[in-house]
């Protein structure tokens, strides 16, 4: 087991940026497939953005394309969300999850299948 440390969120105004970052302990990162995910009030958990364990293969939620980052440094325990240009409707918890994994180029967009998660972070969008 891993544990999740998220930081980073605040309040922002619409096309601002924030980074995000999450601090694993207990367990080396690079064992691990990474993603974020972020639940607005009343709504489901959704998939924001996953990087399999060297960071090759990424993949993103269509809405945040082009505007958010995800990336990883295992030799910190490192992972990382570059946001951008944000819109209202990206407030919301955000969290950062992993999932344990041989294959070094999977990626994960399906919550069910992480193992762990950290405690979430704030973003708050203003229009």
């Known amino acids: 087991q891993v544990q999740l440390v998220e930081s980073g969120g605040g309040l922002v105004q619409a096309g601002g940026s924030l980074r995000l970052s999450c601090a694993a302990s207990?367990?080396?990162?690079?064992?691990?497939?990474m993603g974020w995910f972020r639940q607005a009030p009343g709504k489901e958990r959704e998939f924001v953005a996953a990087?399999?364990?060297?960071?090759?293969?990424?993949r993103y939620a269509d809405s945040v394309k082009g505007r958010f980052t995800i990336s990883r440094e295992n030799a910190k325990n490192m992972l990382y969300l570059q946001m951008n240009s944000l819109k209202p409707e990206d407030t919301g918890v955000y969290y950062c999850?992993?999932?344990?994994?041989?294959?070094?180029?999977?990626?994960?967009?399906?919550?069910?299948?992480?193992?762990?998660w950290g405690q979430g972070t704030q973003v708050t969008v203003s229009s």
């Open positions: 999850a992993a999932r344990a994994v041989v294959a070094a180029t999977i990626s994960v967009v399906n919550a069910d299948e992480y193992d762990d």
């Open positions: 207990g367990r080396t990162l690079s064992a691990y497939a």
């Open positions: 990087i399999s364990r060297t960071g090759g293969s990424l």
